[in-house]
């Protein structure tokens, strides 16, 4: 077993939290289908991640399967496994396909056909991995991947190629080797911690990831990249957020892709994290039949601002192989931009980048809002279509 995967047959640790939520219907549904746990074991998420739903069997239960997704769940295993905490299948829609949170979550055999242009590793990161386990594209900055273990698999995954809770090839060596690879490059000033997801991993191990990097002088940003406040609320315990406030600063980026995700236990997990001095940013990637239209992604980051999390990034979805049914055209995403900025809070409009297939790190992609450019005179056009002129002054 990976050392640095958590333990998940350690005892149940209960942990206080300020204020019991109690189960949703449906919750109360799925944790039906164990009939030996109660709401503490739903509540810890150590139980969540030993409980995934993993199996056909045990997805068929809960679901009422299209021949798709039985398709899709049969031969996924090959691929990317499926892995649902209950607490994420909870929100699925049993009797609805266009579930997003199913959509999301259950394979499809979509997943099994691959069409031009798609690739197994589409943002180039093993190019520009010097060391394993570091992704070092940027010059300031470096992608520390820490775990290739998640609490649920995104079926669009763009590091499909390497996420899997079989996949053991992170481990303290590879930590050390990716630590003293930031040691002695002094240009790295910011470090990303992601996987895999890094929050799947024990506190401990977490302490001393970002004791390491906290340790090193000429780090001077942080921050974390996770699905788990939207997948796996519970792991954000009292005992996480102590930790990770005595190495503050330290940020954290969120992935949130449907206001669906927004809970009532996400809700408290995101305060918890705000409540611990961690900002957070959210990613989201753009999928079709998901969140392909600006009235979602407006009420996604809506929700996501009262939760003091500040949406950071709308992806173009990656042309990861077999990722073509999640795809939407870039006009799609344009338009939602459009339909963003000037029509809503400025905090509530990320930017919509496209990570440069073979690896060109991300690039923004905009509406246009220069109209014309001549002689010092920049014609602008503004977010309800009016034209304004501004005289560059040194011209
Ligand atoms: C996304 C990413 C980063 C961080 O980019 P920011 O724009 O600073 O958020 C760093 N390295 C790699 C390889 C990345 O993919
Ligand atoms: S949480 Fe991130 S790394 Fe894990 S499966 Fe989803 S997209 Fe991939």
């Avoid at 109360?28 to 810890?44: C, I, K, Q, S, T």
């Avoid at 905090?347 to 990570?355: E, S």
């Amino acid at each position: 077993m990976n050392p640095a995967a958590v333990d998940i047959k350690e005892p149940i640790i209960q942990t206080t939290i300020t204020e019991r939520i109690p189960l949703s219907a449906g919750e109360e549904r799925v944790l039906g289908f164990f009939p030996d746990a109660g709401l503490a074991e739903w509540e810890d998420w150590r139980w969540q991640l030993k409980n995934r739903i993993r199996s056909l069997e045990s997805i068929s239960g809960l679901v009422t399967l299209t021949d798709h997704e039985k398709r899709g769940v049969q031969g996924a295993g090959d691929k990317l496994t499926m892995s649902i905490p209950p607490y994420f299948a909870s929100l699925i829609d049993e009797k609805d396909p266009g579930c997003p949170i199913r959509l999301q979550s259950v394979p499809q055999d979509y997943e099994f056909e691959t069409t031009d242009n798609e690739m197994l590793d589409p943002c180039g990161e093993e190019k520009n991995s010097h060391v394993h386990g570091l992704v070092h594209r940027y010059p300031d900055r470096v992608l520390f991947l820490v775990s290739e273990m998640c609490a649920m698999y995104c079926r669009y995954c763009t590091r499909s190629r390497m996420v899997g809770d079989g996949a053991h090839s992170l481990n303290t060596s590879t930590y050390d080797a990716a630590l003293e690879y930031i040691r002695s490059h002094k240009e790295i000033r910011d470090v990303l911690i992601s996987g895999g997801d890094p929050l799947t991993l024990s506190d401990k191990m977490l302490e001393y990831l970002i004791s390491s990097i906290k340790a090193i002088p000429h780090v001077e940003f942080v921050r974390i990249g996770t699905r788990v406040p939207a997948t796996l609320p519970q792991r954000i315990t009292p005992e996480l957020m102590a930790m990770f406030k005595k190495y503050s600063p330290v940020w954290m980026s969120v992935h949130f892709n449907h206001p669906k995700e927004i809970t009532a236990r996400v809700k408290q997990a995101c305060n918890m994290i705000a409540d611990a001095g961690i900002p957070m940013g959210s990613q989201t990637v753009l999928l079709r039949g998901i969140n392909d239209s600006p009235e979602v992604m407006k009420k996604l980051f809506h929700e996501l601002l009262k939760l003091r999390v500040r949406p950071y990034y709308i992806y173009q979805c990656d042309p990861i192989v077999g990722s073509r049914h999640f795809r939407t055209s870039v006009a799609t995403g344009i338009n939602i931009m459009e339909n963003l900025r000037g029509h809503t809070s400025g905090y509530a409009v990320p930017a919509y980048v496209i990570d440069g297939p073979g690896g060109g790190g991300k690039i923004p992609v905009n509406p246009d809002y220069l109209v014309s450019k001549e002689n010092g005179r920049y014609t602008l056009r503004n977010y309800a279509g009016g034209l304004y002129t501004y005289y560059d002054p040194t011209y």
